[in-house]
């Protein structure tokens, strides 16, 4: 049980600040005292600008050599010419129409290594379940880790929950403003940091995702891998610079989010649109022909494939599960039993060791591949069918820490999506290839 309560009657951090009938991201749309045509007027200018600034830098031997170019007028038309696109393109998405602290640092953790259309509904969800820091730091991480089931990387809902409540008991549940504050908080990195000061309180913090990466590895045509010590350096230079340098009527967390929507929209991995880019004048890989060789990326290592047996053991409307321990891989989260083994038969006396009775007739149904970051799982199901619940050990072995019989189809815990492709193996019909009992 969690030791913090809820204190009556707070207010929602920074809700006064939210724009709830449109994209603040827009807002520059609806102010009468510049027209769209004007707008337009002045990107193309800006784009203008900097073509300019290009083909100076391109200029035949035999011409007069062109006046050095002021690099800091530079970034000011780049973080002018984004904020001005991003006013007119940017995605109306739920995260875009508030100035909450707490709902930004939750979109953001939830977009971590997500993508976004899979995201929505989640963090809809989850705010209209937890509101507030309050409300999140005084749940219990098993309803947390319910709520989160399916979207992935658990470990960011308990380190969320985690931070929730050192949020509560040391900042009053108030999301701090100082870059240092959030970076002390449990799983705030520079990026999280960054995009919480920028777009909650427009504070000219830098940020560096994957699509910032890119854009800015092509802007500034930076040939280092930018996995390396030497490319993340520049990278995060480069972002400082650009955001600190850019005019004042600039807000720092609109640009930031531009930079974003610019990554996941126009500067693709594969076949970015140019043609639609607007500092694609002020763009080294676009000057030089190299947008498709940018960013340098090192190939990644080939991921081991680890072979496990899975024991769906049902009782009526019950199926066993058990939970794992905090920490590991699924930490926290329910699953059937599971062992690391090639086949059935091999996993016997593992199997029985966390919670299967030695005497459960399984028998092979199906075979299902989970990917992970760093492991591929190829997992063989067998399920069988006992005539009522036994008792279980006194001490499970590792992973697991729990074990009990559970109706899947009203689950109220956190069950990873591997759990859920392996229930959904073992409920296939049975067409006569499985194998004997073992």
Not at 385 to 396: M, N, Q, T
Request: glycine letters at 6%; a positive charge; hydrophobic letters at 40%.
């Amino acid at each position: 049980m969690s030791t913090t309560s809820r204190p009556p009657a707070r207010k929602r951090v920074g809700a006064d600040q939210q724009q709830p009938a449109r994209s603040r991201a827009s807002a520059d749309q609806q102010q009468p005292a510049r027209s769209r045509a004007s707008a337009r007027e002045d990107d193309q200018e800006r784009q203008r600008s900097l073509r300019r600034r290009a083909s100076s830098r391109e200029q035949g031997a035999g011409a007069p050599p062109p006046a050095a170019p002021d690099p800091g007028e530079r970034d000011r038309e780049i973080a002018a010419a984004l904020e001005a696109w991003f006013g007119r393109v940017a995605r109306d998405l739920p995260w875009r129409r508030t100035r909450d602290p707490y709902a930004i640092w939750l979109s953001e953790v939830m977009l971590q290594q997500t993508r976004v259309e899979t995201v929505i509904p989640y963090y809809e969800r989850f705010l209209a379940r937890y509101p507030t820091v309050f409300a999140l730091a005084s749940a219990e991480i098993d309803d947390v880790l319910s709520l989160w089931s399916g979207l992935g990387y658990y470990r960011r809902a308990r380190v969320l929950h985690l931070a929730a409540r050192e949020v509560t008991a040391r900042h009053d549940g108030a999301l701090p403003r100082d870059v240092s504050a959030l970076l002390a908080l449990p799983g705030v990195g520079a990026y999280t940091a960054g995009a919480i000061a920028s777009i909650a309180y427009d504070q000219p913090v830098p940020l560096v995702d994957g699509n910032v990466a890119r854009v800015l590895s092509r802007i500034e045509g930076i040939d280092d891998d930018i996995r390396s010590a030497s490319g993340t350096r520049k990278l995060w230079s480069t972002a400082e610079r650009l955001v600190r340098g850019a005019p004042s009527s600039v807000h720092p967390g609109r640009f930031n989010q531009a930079l974003m929507e610019l990554g996941a929209t126009v500067c693709t991995p594969r076949n970015p649109r140019c043609d639609a880019c607007p500092v694609d004048g002020a763009c080294v890989a676009r000057a030089t022909g190299r947008q498709t060789d940018l960013p340098v990326i090192a190939p990644k290592r080939d991921v081991p494939a680890v072979a496990m047996v899975a024991a769906v053991v049902r009782s009526g409307d019950r199926v066993l599960f058990v939970r794992r321990a905090e920490g590991g891989l699924f930490g926290g989260l329910w699953e059937p039993p599971m062992v690391e083994a090639r086949a059935l038969a091999d996993a016997r006396a593992l199997l029985e060791l966390v919670g299967v009775a030695r005497d459960a007739p399984l028998r092979e149904i199906g075979r299902v591949r989970h990917i992970l970051t760093h492991r591929r799982l190829d997992v063989t199901v067998a399920r069988a069918e006992v005539a009522a619940p036994w008792r279980f050990r006194a001490k499970l072995a590792s992973p697991y820490e729990k074990a009990a019989w559970l109706d899947p189809g009203a689950l109220d815990i956190g069950v990873s999506k591997l759990a859920r492709k392996v229930l959904s193996a073992a409920s296939a019909p049975d067409v006569g290839t499985a194998r004997r009992p073992r």
